[in-house]
């Protein structure tokens, strides 16, 4: 995991104390099951980080920064979606560019020109048009969130639908990390961005930089299991959920790796929303 090397070193700690760390690191991978999802091992390594750096945030300055700088932009991205012949579809499309903003992986895409270029760029898988009427039609779903930043885009996503006469804000729960890990939103997020104003809005309980339900808290898993459906944002979610095959699960994502790519047959940078289990 390189972005656990790069994090120890931008650290302002002695050498030495870096040498312990990255020999933690490979210690632990050494002795790592091979089939053991990617959201789980950065779990246990920012545990074992916040632990030995005694801080409880590694990325809060990133974040603050990040919802900041998409909050300054909105007018800019409502007037875009307003001026768009699908408005639900440019807001979606919107939601899942936000994707791209992610400490976790070293994809080396632009955040800016990934975002200004999304409306028009089009979906590599696209079960869009059944989201939407899965939303229009559900008693309730679940959307989880991924990222600080992206969550502005989830919120706007959100308030779209609700423009637009297909949402109901009653029937939507919408869940954030328990803990803060890389640059995943937190309650502390949503607070930020005014998402819990007008939603209702959970803690999953976690830490991991996924949805992993082993270690999720029991009121996030009986809303998980009580949901219509999932609306998965981001990469990690995806990794983690991806095996389930209990609940209907929309993904919304940017694939930014080979192997997530692969898994969904798409090219790397592809946006994709996509359906698993339908009923």
């Not at 603050?64 to 307003?82: G, S, V």
């Not at 885009?153 to 804000?169: A, S």
């Not at 005014?194 to 996924?210: A, F, H, K």
């Amino acid at each position: 995991m390189s972005g656990y090397l790069r994090l120890v070193e931008r650290q302002n700690i002695s050498k030495e104390r870096k040498d312990e760390l990255v020999h933690w690191f490979f210690n632990y991978m050494s002795h790592l099951d091979f089939n053991t999802v990617s959201p789980l091992i950065a779990r246990d390594m920012h545990e074992y980080l916040r632990k030995e750096l005694n801080c409880n945030d590694l990325f809060e300055e990133e974040k603050k920064l990040d919802n900041q700088k998409i909050l300054d932009m909105l007018p800019e991205f409502k007037e875009a979606i307003a001026d768009y012949k699908q408005p639900l579809i440019a807001a979606l499309k919107l939601a899942i560019a936000g994707n791209i903003i992610d400490l976790g992986t070293d994809h080396g895409m632009d955040h800016s020109q990934v975002i200004s270029n999304a409306i028009a760029k089009e979906l590599a898988a696209d079960d869009s048009s059944l989201l939407i009427s899965a939303i229009k039609d559900a008693n309730n779903f679940l959307y989880l969130c991924d990222n600080a930043g992206e969550i502005v885009f989830d919120k706007l996503f959100l308030d779209t639908l609700v423009d637009q006469g297909v949402l109901d804000r009653s029937k939507v729960i919408i869940a954030v990390r328990g803990e803060p890990i890389l640059n995943d939103a937190t309650l502390q997020d949503a607070k930020l961005i005014g998402l819990t104003e007008d939603y209702t809005v959970i803690s999953n309980g976690d830490c991991s930089p996924g949805t992993c339900l082993e270690y999720t808290s029991d009121e996030f898993n009986k809303v998980f299991n009580k949901a219509d459906f999932i609306l998965s944002k981001g990469q990690g979610n995806y990794e983690s959920l991806c095996s389930n095959k209990e609940k209907q699960i929309f993904f919304m994502l940017i694939a930014k790796c080979s192997l997530v790519a692969n898994q969904l047959s798409v090219n790397v940078g592809d946006m994709v929303c996509k359906i698993a289990n339908p009923i």
